[in-house]
């Protein structure tokens, strides 16, 4: 049973959310609050284990990378939703870019990206993004996007001219998108897509079926799944990717089960990480998943034949996003001494 509790919840004093108001970001208790299922604020919070922890970088790259981002006034989701490998895949050089605002229609609990009534789209920003990915070096580019059910198609034209502006200046580099289920506008999305086609076609599911209610109000497992398989049948030629995550009250029986959905669908590659709870007003953390469960998802996901699966404590969608492309194995997440010898992993 998921930690959400099926519900509802008003804080003590009452206090009505704030309305939606265009080009304002509504965060923690004023996004959360209208969801069908509510979410009671968390009070104290699971001690995280030794295993959620990444890696020390370099605190001049990460700046020099949030300042070409501010030159061009581009967002990236590893800000915008509070990513713990920030540091660590800034300073490699890498960044997944935001396109389209920082105001998703939106209001999934696990997520820290702001909710409301976005502003028109920046007709600059295909051209800022393709000059920021030239200005960086990049030969791996992630675009992903809030959701836009405002727009007619979803911004699947918005994400074709960030495709057609960055070839143009960056003709070697690789291209994913990390795209949003296109609610209600998939067939449009679909054409436009399939005619101007990045390098990886990706799309996180998110959670389990049973979950879905709670986490992803607005969204619809069937759909993301149809979403993915659809593209692949346009476009063979192109890899497809999904992730999701873990410790939010699934089951592992659930999860394997929901690999098969996604081997049956045609997907190419798979990530799986843990979620962390962005704010005590977000979605409860149920459990942290330790490392060996991640490895049974990785094992039962390559012996269904999976091109690449990556599941750790610290992987994310777009994590290492080119390593995983190329055929890399996951890495390996990092443990304490202290922590393995209890648990017999260190040899004497």
């Known amino acids: 049973m998921s930690s959400l509790a099926v519900q509802t919840h008003v804080p003590a004093a009452k206090v009505k959310p704030k309305k939606a108001i265009q080009g304002e970001k509504l965060r923690g208790y004023d996004k959360v609050a209208r969801i069908p299922i509510k979410v009671i604020p968390t009070v104290e919070a699971k001690k995280k284990p030794d295993w959620i922890r990444v890696k020390l970088s370099s605190p001049a790259e990460v700046a020099r990378i949030k300042a070409k981002l501010r030159e061009q006034k581009l967002y990236t989701v590893c800000e915008e939703a509070a990513c713990p490998n ?31 009534r976005p502003n ?10 393709a ?10 580019a992630v675009i992903t996007s809030v959701d836009r059910d405002d727009l007619k198609d979803g911004g699947a034209n918005h994400f074709v001219e960030v495709l057609n502006e960055s070839r143009a200046l960056s003709p ?27 390098d990886v076609f990706n799309h996180n599911i998110e959670t389990v079926p049973r979950l879905y209610k709670a986490f ?8 993301s799944l149809d979403l993915l398989k659809l593209y692949k049948e346009r476009r063979p030629d192109i890899a497809t990717k ?16 929901l690999l098969d959905d996604l081997k049956a ?32 998802y990785m094992d039962y996901g390559k012996k269904i034949g999976f091109f690449n699966i990556w599941a750790g404590p610290m992987v994310r969608s777009s994590y290492f996003a080119d390593r995983q492309y190329y055929g890399e194995d996951c890495p390996a997440p990092i443990r304490s001494k202290k922590a393995l010898e209890a648990e017999g992993k260190l040899g004497c």
Do not use: W
């Open 86 to 116: 920030l540091a660590q895949c800034f300073s490699d050089g890498t960044a997944t870019f935001m396109i389209m605002g920082d105001i998703c229609t939106r209001r999934c609990p696990f997520c820290d990206v702001g909710h409301g």
């Open 120 to 129: 028109e789209l920046d007709k600059d920003e295909p051209r800022h993004t």
């Open 131 to 140: 000059e920021t990915i030239l200005g960086l070096e990049l030969k791996y």
């Open 172 to 198: 070697n580099c690789l291209i994913e998108i990390l795209v949003p289920d296109f609610r209600g506008r998939m067939d449009i999305a679909l054409d436009l897509l399939t005619e101007t086609a990045p």
């Open 216 to 223: 992803r109000p607005g969204s619809d497992y069937q759909h």
């Open 242 to 257: 999904c992730g999701f995550m873990v410790g939010l009250g699934e089951t592992e029986e659930e999860i394997y089960a």
């Open 265 to 296: 669908h045609n997907v190419d590659m798979i990530t799986v990480g843990q979620y962390l709870q962005p704010s005590k007003n977000h979605a409860p953390v149920d459990r942290y998943v330790h490392p060996d469960e991640f490895q049974r």
